[in-house]
């Protein structure tokens, strides 16, 4: 995966912000997993994985939908960026 800034962040947290815990936290780790396989892909062939993008967090977000941006940060943002934090530390990429 390459490495991460505040907009993959925010990326994936728009995209598990209006699912349940349990889902939200299956949902993070599928996009960190799929974020992983195309910067994999992307360095073998030098090529966007046609699915996944080019290994950003934020092209893997991109297949799901998404909540609009928020003008503040409120409790379910908050929320939804621990369980992505949390996903990312299981992986041990952050």
Do not use: C, N, W
């Amino acid at each position: 995966m390459r490495p991460i800034g505040l907009l993959d962040l925010d990326a994936v947290v728009r995209r598990v912000q209006y699912l349940t815990p349990a889902d939200a936290a299956a949902r993070a780790r599928h996009i960190i997993q799929s974020a992983d396989t195309a910067d994999r892909y992307r360095k073998r062939t030098d090529r966007r994985h046609t699915l996944f993008g080019d290994g950003t967090l934020a092209a893997a977000a991109g297949a799901f939908p998404a909540v609009p941006v928020a003008q503040r940060i409120d409790d379910s943002y908050l929320a939804a960026l621990t369980v992505v934090v949390h996903a990312l530390r299981e992986k041990r990429r952050f």
